[in-house]
């Protein structure tokens, strides 16, 4: 996810929790949200999905990340906002995630890890 507010071209901006994205005065420019279906979960009925990896803002301080304190950087090379511009660039990210399903607390013992490193070059308005 991109925040348009704080990304008005190239550059490299660094990655935040994706809880913060888009809230007003946070500063946090990008965040990254990976499922999979080559790792699962388990919810407390037993119940099994794909496993979800993002960051929470916090860093160290929030067991939800994993002991992840500095989620990744996202580096554009081109950025236009209308209509069949191009955003193109890289990414590179640690992620978290929880095979409970959820963080449960405290404690990294149900605690996954993702890294993604990621070239694209997209162009806005395509599905």
Not at 10 to 32: E, L, N, V
């Amino acid at each position: 996810m991109l925040d348009p507010n704080i990304i008005k071209g190239p550059g490299d901006f660094p990655m935040g929790g994706i809880d913060m994205i888009a809230c007003s005065g946070a500063g946090i420019a990008a965040s990254a949200d990976l499922r999979t279906n080559r790792r699962f979960c388990q919810d407390p009925t037993g119940a099994t999905g794909s496993m979800a990896f993002t960051l929470l803002t916090g860093g160290q301080s929030n067991p939800c990340n994993c002991g992840i304190d500095k989620p990744g950087t996202l580096y554009l090379t081109e950025y236009g906002q209308e209509l069949t511009n191009v955003i193109a660039g890289a990414v590179t990210a640690n992620l978290a995630g929880w095979t409970k399903c959820e963080c449960g607390g405290g404690g990294t013992q149900n605690c996954a890890r993702a890294y993604i490193d990621i070239n694209f070059r997209i162009v806005v308005g395509a599905q």
